[in-house]
C-alpha cells in the first residue's frame, strides 16, 4: 500500500498509510481536518509530496484549505 486518503466530508479525511511511506503502519481512529492529518502523517515520517499526492487522489481541491 502507501498512502491513501479518504474525503469524508467538506473538511474532514480519514487515512491509512504503510511502509516505507511511514515507519509503521497506521490509520485514522476517527475523521481529521486536513491540516491535522498533514501534521500526523510527517510525525510518522511521510514525505511532503507523498502526502500531496494521497490528497490529491481523494480531493483534487484540497490545496485551496479549509476556509476557501
Not at 498512502?3 to 481512529?29: G, N, Q
Not at 481529521?32 to 514525505?47: I, N, P, V
Amino acid at each position: 500500500m502507501a498512502i491513501v486518503v479518504t474525503k469524508i466530508s467538506e473538511a474532514l479525511y480519514t487515512a491509512s498509510a504503510t511502509p516505507p511511506h511511514v515507519r509503521t503502519m497506521w490509520e485514522t481512529t476517527q475523521p481529521l481536518r486536513m491540516h491535522t492529518l498533514w501534521d500526523e502523517l510527517l510525525s510518522l515520517g511521510a514525505h511532503q509530496v507523498d502526502i500531496g499526492d494521497a490528497m490529491d487522489q481523494a480531493d483534487s481541491d484540497w490545496i485551496r484549505g479549509e476556509n476557501s
